[in-house]
């Protein structure tokens, strides 16, 4: 079915969001210059027809989540089913059909390293549907998480001034969460607005107790918050994966330098013979290749770019997809 883009309105509340996603719905009004009534009624029904989610992550290095980038061939008639086993894993966050149909990627976030391996050494080699597996872990992030995706385009330089919240970045040893901790994020991981109330039920804490807390992760810079939907509902309909092999020396410059384009939501240096992977959103394959050629081709130190074209977004952030729609996981 043809896609319905959002309109003018809808993508400036949705990059709002992205820039301050518990910003209160009066203060949005004022800043986009609409009703309150507006505002909530068009968030209410983005949210409630799937469009958009935002969603609130612990981000996952601060609190010791073991998070690798798999790459997984499978035949051609199984790749959709193993993507779909994948996404229903409460241990992985993203899946990716890509590349003809016959190679899945998706993204691990283990509690530890006994779990990880558990799926990379026993779970996964076990089914006859995956012929190879190959598994690089993240060794530094360089935009994505807590920095959001700069490639949407409507607010104006006032609104984005007025609706800047950036978050702390920290480093150094890592933050424990505990059992009420973790009660919270998995609320957040349904609705990055629910209230103190409910944050504070889930947790058995005082409504003070869990904001207060839920201020002191963010400060600490172990908690943030995004907004998932479906890049085509915005006008991007070319997502692809650059897997990047370059020099040593030129990786710190290259993932700055990825950082700031508006076609890279994710980039992050990982191991293997491809130590650069991005995620890139394009209008179309036309501003792909200009991208490709342009910026990736001018940056130092680079050796060789795979570019993996991906065919179907399976699961997005811990939310499963039905066509451009985010859909929430089964509960354990």
Sequence with gaps: MPITLL???????????????????????????????????????????????????????????????????????????????????????????NSGGTEVQCITRARSREEHDELLLRQLP????????????????????PRHWRGLDVLT?????ELADPVPERHGERVRLDAAEQ??????????????????????????????????????GAYYLDVEVDPRLLGFETQATLMITITPAALAAAGAALATHPQVPFAAAITGSANLVAITICRDNDALYTYLTEQIGALEGVQHVEVVPQLRSVKRAGMLMDGTRLVDPPTA
């Design 7 to 97: 309109d003018d309105l809808d993508q400036a509340l949705v990059q709002a969001l992205m820039l301050s996603g518990r910003v209160p719905f009066s203060r949005l009004a004022e800043v986009l210059e609409v009703s309150d009534q507006t505002v909530v009624r068009r968030y209410r029904r983005l949210r409630g027809e799937g469009l958009i989610r935002v969603i609130g992550r612990p981000v996952g290095h601060r609190v010791g989540l073991v998070e690798s980038w798999l790459r997984l061939q499978c035949p051609p008639d199984t790749a959709l089913s193993v993507a779909d086993a994948l996404a229903r894993r409460p241990d992985i966050s993203w899946v990716n059909l």
């Design 126 to 145: 076990r089914t006859r549907r995956v012929v190879a597996i190959t598994a690089h872990s993240v060794l530094r992030s360089f935009t994505g998480g």
């Design 157 to 161: 330089a006032r609104q984005l001034a």
């Design 183 to 220: 009660a919270m994020f998995a609320v957040l991981a349904r609705d990055g607005r629910a209230g103190y109330p409910e944050l504070a039920r889930a947790a058995g804490l005082s409504e003070s107790t869990a904001r207060r807390r839920l201020d002191h992760l963010r400060e600490l």
